[in-house]
């Protein structure tokens, strides 16, 4: 066991007016299996990087170990994957590989085809055998669930559950919860260890968020309640304070002497109740800091003169002589959620590509509803670049929505003034489900649009959802989206 100590780290970006960390202090131990949240764009990548030592910081970073960062880099995917491994690990025993790779359920003939032949799923368990390889190394596992399909993901954190010494990027919750004991989060104000798994992070933060909630809502009604009193003292002082030049009922001389010293009485209380409510309105701003926007998200859809708006009869869909998926039947009814599930290469996106009207060879029925408008979110976002005025007005859809949502999805509005193309991966997939919702359409088809979004974010979309319950066919890895989203599962 050896210890990295985090103390005073801050650091910022040439050019930036905001520091991404300022004053950090943590420890962690290198034998944790460390799950590292939060929102996009808060700092989880960088901190990786300075870690790695590629930028420059104030404060210190010390450790005893040196760090492994996953994915690795693979220029030539042409070469063939034994060579690939030989380049990132030189120095390894067949059997160690041989080993892992069982553990990943991968056959060993991968070794002996172009890199780039291989499925994403995997090139991903390939190379996370590579990786623990490295020994003496703590290793800084960055996103690894992307284009993983569900079984995959499963294998890969139970995988990961039998070692120990990493931090581990991901915003899925059931993977998360399957292969880490502490949990590092980046929280609006400050960096943060607790020990268990996301769900007991997850517990333990709306716990907190409630009390302050609370606490907040008692500080609000006290500082009324002082302030009112502090006014009425106030204006108290200042009448018994005129009665010292003016005569009692009687005629005779007022006491000056006392009608001071009670005025000053009356306004040393004032005082005192105005000291005990700046005491509490101090109080109240230590509060709510690391609470997370949860605002409803409002959408509008267009409703369908028919109920169902697409039917399919029997598809089959090939290319050529491949036969990607067989005997397929579903239809789609407004109102429901369907997700389309079933392993990477099972057909899953020739089917969004036919509903979508691109030309799919197919045999079987195919209908779809005239004039019916859809959305759609690829998971491709290399084609999003300029401001996010121009993308909108583009778009044709309404700008103060699009950047409303995107608001609640945590963008800060300086990210309004950027060029989209410098966005965090999971900044580019918010601003397509932005667009989609902001479309007036009658069905939304969402192709793996979770990727490197961040888990409160989920959450919101999944809210958004269930209340507005818009017409969705989507395809998505993470178990608990869909377990919590979806009406009807079809399965390939």
């Known amino acids: 066991m050896s210890l990295i ?32 949240t939060g929102r996009n764009g808060r700092g989880k990548t960088t901190f990786l990087n300075l870690l790695l030592g590629k930028y420059e910081y104030s404060g210190h970073i010390s450790a005893n170990v040196s760090f492994e960062y996953f994915p690795f880099q693979v220029n030539n995917r042409q070469d063939q994957t034994l060579d690939i491994i030989n380049t990132i690990v030189p120095d390894y ?74 931090i581990l990027v991901s915003h899925d919750r059931s993977f998360l919860d399957h292969c880490v004991d502490h949990i590092l989060s980046i929280n609006k104000t400050n960096i943060e260890i607790q020990k268990g798994n996301f769900s007991d992070w997850w517990e333990n933060k709306q716990r907190q968020d409630h009390y302050e909630l609370a606490e ?36 005779s001389k007022v006491d000056k002497g006392y009608i001071g010293h009670k005025s000053a009485k009356m306004m040393k209380r004032s005082k005192s109740i105005e000291q005990r409510q700046e005491s509490a309105i101090d109080e109240r701003s230590k509060l709510l800091k690391n609470i997370e926007s949860a605002e409803d998200l409002k959408i509008t859809q267009l409703a369908y003169h028919k109920n169902q708006l697409a039917a399919l009869e029997h598809v089959s869909i090939h290319y050529g002589e491949k036969v990607v998926c067989q005997d397929v039947s579903f239809m789609i009814e407004q109102g429901e959620r369907i997700a389309l599930s079933g392993k990477n290469g099972s057909g899953k996106s020739s089917i969004i590509k036919l509903l979508c009207g691109e030309h799919i060879d197919y045999t079987g029925t195919f209908r779809k509803g005239s004039q019916l408008q859809i959305s759609y979110v690829s998971q491709d976002t290399s084609h999003l670049y300029g401001n996010l005025k121009d993308y909108a007005k583009i778009n044709g859809i309404d700008e103060s929505l699009f950047k409303a949502i995107l608001r609640k999805l945590d963008f800060a509005r300086v990210q309004f003034e950027k060029d989209i193309s410098s966005f965090s991966g999971g900044q ?65």
């Not at 009324?224 to 030049?245: C, I, Q």
């Open 5 to 36: 100590n985090v103390t005073n780290l801050t650091f910022a970006y040439d050019g930036s007016y905001d520091n991404i960390f300022e004053d950090v202090n943590f420890q962690i131990d290198t034998d944790w299996k460390l799950g590292f």
């Open 93 to 166: 025993q067949h059997w160690e590989l041989m080993r892992e790779l069982t553990l990943l359920k991968v056959s060993e003939d991968v070794l002996y085809r172009p890199f780039e032949s291989l499925s994403n799923g995997e090139q991903t368990k390939v190379l996370l055998a590579a990786l623990f390889l490295k020994e003496n190394s703590f290793l800084l596992i960055d996103e690894p669930t992307n284009h993983l399909d569900m079984n995959a993901r499963k294998l890969v954190s139970e995988y990961l559950n039998t070692k120990s010494g990493y």
């Open 216 to 251: 907040n809502e008692k500080l609000r009604k006290d500082i009324k309640r002082l302030s009112d009193a502090a006014k009425r003292t106030s204006n108290w002082s200042h009448e018994v304070e005129k009665t010292k030049n003016g005569t009692r009922n009687s005629g």
């Open 428 to 492: 580019k997939k918010k601003v397509l489900i932005a667009k989609s919702l902001s479309e007036k359409v009658h069905l939304h088809i969402w192709d793996e649009p979770l990727n490197f979004i961040d888990v409160i974010s989920r959450m919101q979309i999944e809210e958004l959802l269930l209340e507005h319950a818009p017409t969705l066919l989507f395809v998505e890895h993470d178990r608990k989206f869909c377990d919590n989203v979806a009406t009807k599962i079809i399965e390939l």
